[in-house]
């Protein structure tokens, strides 16, 4: 299986579509800076283009750098204080008609690691 990943950082936003079994890129690797401010409007607008430009209609994963809880983000992190309680997951969603997977980044990280990585088995 195919997913769109996308990383949520403070100076740039990255996006590539990765195999799921091998755990690797098999597209390139797009970086937009980070909109200034990051609102929620900006971020969403990034990340369409970027569902755009990898001309992707399915499941997308996004990590998020702040804390998560099923899809709404607890608190705003090094983004615009407007993201504290947003819903993540839905707001992306009516941007770009793809269905999204939010996750804390470090969390995410961890997920790497127990599957493609020395936490494997």
């Known amino acids: 299986m195919n997913i769109l990943g996308i990383d949520i950082g403070g100076s740039g ?46 499941i997308v ?3 998020f750098p702040t804390i998560i809880k099923k899809g709404r ?3 705003f992190g ?5 993201w504290k309680g947003t819903q993540v997951d839905k707001l992306f969603e009516q ?7 939010v996750v804390n980044d470090a969390d995410a990280a961890a997920m790497g690691v127990m599957e493609f990585g020395v936490g494997k088995g």
């Open 13 to 58: 936003i990255k996006g590539a579509i990765v195999d799921t079994k091998k755990g690797e890129l098999i597209s390139d690797r797009i970086r937009i800076p980070t909109p200034k401010p990051a609102t929620p409007e900006a971020i969403s607008e990034v990340i369409k283009t970027i569902c755009q430009q990898l001309h992707w209609s399915s």
């Open 61 to 63: 994963g996004v990590s």
């Open 73 to 75: 983000a607890i608190h």
């Open 78 to 82: 090094n983004l615009d204080k407007s």
């Open 95 to 101: 941007h770009s008609n793809n269905s999204f997977f």
